[in-house]
Structures are given as C-alpha cells and as structure tokens.
C-alpha cells in the first residue's frame, strides 16, 4: 500500500508525549493549535516556546534557534497546514544544515483550527518527500506506533535536519491550554536558556 492510501492511525496527544517523554535539555518550538496544546499536555516546560496563532512560523523559529543554540537540540512540532503554508522552509533549514534540529510535523491531513478541511497531504502530498528533495539528512513517514518509536532516538541524536511526519487522526483530545502572554512566554524562556545574560 503506498503512502498516499494508508489513513492516519496514531494518537496525535500520545505520539507527543513519546516524543517529548525523551526530550532531555531540548527547546521545543510548538507550533499553533494542537502542537501547543499537545506540548503543553506533555508537560509546561520553561524551554517550551509556545507560538499559539502564528502561523507559518514555527520551523524558522526553530530555525533560528537551532543555530544560535547549536549545542542544543531543538525539536519543532507542527502540524501540516502550517508546515504547508512554510514549505520555503524546507529549503531554508536545508541550506543552513542544522544538525541540531529536528522538524516533527503531527500530520492529521486536516486544518485543525478553522474547521477540519482537508490539506493537501490529504491528497497525496508528501511532506517527507518535499523535505528530502530539499536536502534534509533524514526524512520520513510515521504510521504505526513501532514505527514512532523507532523513530524517537533519531528525532532526538540522529544529526539533523531531521523531518519526521506522524500521521495521527483527527480524534480530539481535552485543550491543555499554556500561557498565552507572548512576553511572559518569551522571557520565561530566555531566562531559562541564557540566565543572567538574559536580564
């Protein structure tokens, strides 16, 4: 069975807690909508960087992050209307080669948060794909809850760029809502990346 016809099968909230269950020291950029939501239920963490509606943005940020931090792993989880919507990021990240980031994108093949439709990975789309023909080391597709966990010690050690797309279903799982303040957010994270040099 191709990839195109193989439906979602995974728990979207319990494939980010697997994830992040391992995360040790990483920052993780969570991107809008049930990535935040699903971070937050994982457990609220100091380097969690919430972006709540800005859409279009996580990867970049994680980006930025990735080498201004590069001794430390950075993991973005997206969704893919965002990642959809940021596809200029894949050649972006691959031109910088970050071996430090990872880009994991919870692929329900639906825009979450204006009304489930369908996104284009609906149709056959192919997020891995586009991330490998850009220049990603690492690229893949995840269905199965042994093929997730496979994949977590290469999201987490594997040298990046890394992209990992979880198909998960559209089940909904209880709003775990983090704090919403974007200042708050930004310097509770800084305080906890660089300390005293942040103040």
Known sequence: MTARHR??????????????????DALVVAGLGAPCWDTAAAGDHPL???TWGGMGSAAMIGLGM???????????????GEMLMA????????????RNLAVIVMDNEHYGETGMQQTHTR???????????AGFRATGTIYSPAELKAWIPRIHREPGPVFAGVKVTTAKAPLILPARDGTVLKNRFRGELLGAKAL
């Open 7 to 24: 439906k979602p099968a995974l728990d979207r909230r319990k494939a980010v807690a697997a994830i992040l269950g391992q995360r040790g």
């Open 123 to 133: 149709l056959g789309v192919d997020l891995a794909g586009m991330a490998k023909a």
């Open 48 to 50: 969690n960087f919430y």
């Open 66 to 80: 990735a080498l201004a931090q590069p001794q430390r792993r950075v993991l973005v989880i997206t969704g893919d």
């Open 87 to 98: 596809l200029g990021a894949f050649a972006t990240i691959a031109v910088q080669q970050p």
